[in-house]
């Protein structure tokens, strides 16, 4: 998994984790390790079908207590007299994957029938559903109205995606992919400070071509935005992402401008920005373009007398501040080799910004590539800090808490 999606820090929140009759429920014990994974207690019902899938006994050897079976099942199966309304006393949140059809029509009907549809009528707090079935059966009638009608009853759905399935049939009925569902779920049990506002975040490094097989980069991965765009995301903003060549995965829910060179960010950027609340910029932006050399490659043997001109970018950042209203904020990041104190002070000045987070890039576990970062912070008012080597998603979790809002 990659790393914007390793989010930990839930210890001592529990999810309830619901397995129906799907050759998908295999997929269901690497979601488990995923919640555990996050600092996340979780239960679990198998249903008799899900049972037929995957043992109850391996969602326990990797953690789940308890994991409850049929409703009227052999004594010692950890259910008790009231098993079926029980995660709803201390579960934040309820996710149902794989769902199959029977399930989604149980669920939109009320149907209380067995030991999970009890527990997920009882429920009262977030209810997450990703479905996984024959595609023919997704597209029946019956279940387009039944997952209708799952909106209107609040529950959260994780559309299945489209491509081959088990029975050897093509179309849409797999089941989400893990990060969908796993961001779905973290989302349902985070605070919500940052519901309704709308965050842009630039990341990745920009590639500003020379020939047509040339280009001038650096080796920024979009990690360090990539957290911060997930964080906001989890914590209820509405997340648009300007991403330069980056091989990143992002939740359905976040959105994504793909550009190439310093200018189409540029261009990208200065039209969202009137429409944002907030701004996080940690790309890795090439201050300078070649001249380009023209459309076709460049053969060796004319390189006698090479020579390559470069021509400044724009800064996006400073542009963004220079129109910045009184509501929005600004955060930049500031990579330097050396003590950043200085620069961070230096540029959180010039570039108009509420929040300036620096580190050195020269040290270990700091910077490019890495999943760790430490970081020295500054901000407009005045508050100076540096913290010790975190994982990004741990930065990205802090800086979110410290940004100055109304
Ligand atoms: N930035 C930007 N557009 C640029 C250059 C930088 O938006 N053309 C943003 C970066 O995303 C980062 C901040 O400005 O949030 C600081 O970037 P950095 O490269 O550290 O500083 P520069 O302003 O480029 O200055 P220098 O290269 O001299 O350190």
Same mark, same amino acid.
């Given at each position: ?39 996340? &207690? ?11 899938? /995957? ?16 409703? *009227?099942? $052999? ?11 029980? $995660? ?18 149980? @669920? ?46 609040? *529950?959260?759905? /994780? ?18 992919? @893990? ?5 779905? &779920? @973290? ?52 997340? &648009? /992402? ?15 401008? !793909? ?32 001249? $380009?050399?023209? !459309? ?18 724009? +800064?996006?950042?400073?542009? =963004? ?11 930049? *990041? ?19 910004? +509420? @929040?300036?987070?620096?580190?050195? /890039? ?12 430490? =970081? ?31």
């Amino acid at each position: 998994m990659q790393p914007h999606f390793r989010f930990a820090g839930f210890m001592g929140r529990r999810v309830h984790l619901g397995v129906t009759g799907s050759i998908a429920a295999y997929r269901a014990l690497d979601l488990l390790r995923a919640l555990l994974a996050a600092d996340l &207690t979780v239960s679990a019902t198998l249903t008799d079908a899900g049972a037929r899938f /995957v043992t109850p006994l391996s969602f326990e050897a990797l953690g789940a207590s308890p994991v409850y079976g049929s409703m *009227f099942g $052999p004594a010692g199966q950890g259910e008790g007299a009231f098993g079926h309304l029980e $995660p709803g006393q201390d579960a934040a949140a309820l996710v149902i994957a794989p769902a199959t059809a029977n399930m989604l029509a149980k @669920l939109a009907h009320g149907l209380a029938d067995d030991m999970l549809s009890c527990q997920a009528l009882a429920f009262p707090g977030p209810r997450i559903v990703a479905p996984a079935m024959n595609p023919r059966m997704w597209q029946a009638p019956a279940t387009r109205r039944n997952w209708d009608a799952l909106a209107d009853l609040g *529950f959260i759905r /994780v559309d299945p995606e489209s491509g081959g399935v088990a029975c050897g049939d093509t179309g849409t009925g797999r089941l989400a992919p @893990l990060e969908e569902i796993l961001a779905a &779920t @973290l989302r349902a049990v985070s605070p919500q400070d940052y519901a309704g506002r709308r965050v842009l975040v630039t990341l990745g490094p920009t590639r500003e071509p020379w020939d047509g097989v040339r280009f001038w980069s650096n080796p920024s991965s979009g990690t360090m935005g990539a957290c911060m765009a997930m964080a906001a995301h989890l914590r209820g903003a509405e997340v &648009t /992402v300007v991403a330069g060549p980056v091989d990143l995965l992002f939740p359905s829910g976040i959105r994504v401008v !793909p550009v190439r060179t310093a200018l189409e960010m540029h261009e990208a950027c200065l039209d969202l920005w009137p429409s944002m609340d907030i701004a996080c910029a940690t790309a890795a932006v090439a201050d300078f373009r070649p001249e $380009p050399h023209g !459309p076709g490659k460049f053969k060796k043997s004319g390189a006698g007398d090479l020579r390559v001109n470069f021509l400044p970018n724009p +800064d996006i950042l400073k542009a =963004m501040g220079e129109s910045k209203a009184d509501h929005q904020r600004l955060i930049g *990041f500031a990579a330097e080799t050396g003590d950043p104190r200085a620069e961070a002070a230096r540029k959180l000045a010039a570039k108009g910004l +509420d @929040l300036m987070a620096a580190n050195d /890039v020269s040290r270990q576990g700091s910077g490019f590539c890495s999943a760790t970062n430490e =970081m020295f912070v500054i901000d407009a008012t005045g508050r100076v800090e540096s913290w010790p080597v975190l994982p990004k998603t741990e930065v990205a979790w802090r800086l979110w808490d410290h940004l100055p809002l109304d």
